[in-house]
């Protein structure tokens, strides 16, 4: 059984950053995709990103391109999401999920789940 633990939600304003960390433990990471998704208040949840079992392949949503970067270390276990030039609309919960054959931003595939880190751009 895999558990996913997402960190590095916060407040940041408008043209700033962070860097979201989705830490695995349980089962062999290497096998997994790892997706990125987000839920704003009152909207569905979308993918934002996900990356191949060995890092290899990315993908994005067209409203994060060229400014969100997924990338993993699998010897750590963790896989992350830099965000540059944060705007208000990218506010939102942010999870991890994790499958084992897929890399999509479709939701349905995947398996495991992180609880999730809030991301509140604002100024």
């Known amino acids: 059984q895999l558990q996913l633990v997402e960190s590095g939600g916060g407040l940041v304003q408008p043209g700033g950053s962070l860097r979201l960390s989705c830490a695995a433990s349980?089962?062999?990471?290497?096998?997994?995709?790892i997706g990125w998704f987000r839920q704003a208040p009152g909207k569905e949840r979308e993918g934002v990103s996900s990356?191949?079992?060995?890092?290899?392949?990315?993908y994005y949503a067209d409203s994060v391109k060229g400014r969100f970067t997924i990338s993993r270390d699998n010897a750590k276990n963790t896989v992350y999401l830099q965000m540059n030039t944060l705007k208000p609309e990218d506010t939102a919960v942010y999870y991890c999920?994790?499958?084992?054959?897929?890399?999509?931003?479709?939701?349905?595939?995947?398996?495991?789940w992180g609880q999730g880190t809030q991301v509140t751009v604002a100024s």
């Open positions: 990356i191949s079992s060995s890092g290899g392949r990315t």
């Open positions: 999920a994790a499958n084992t054959f897929i890399a999509t931003m479709d939701p349905r595939p995947y398996d495991y």
């Open positions: 349980g089962s062999t990471f290497d096998y997994y995709v």
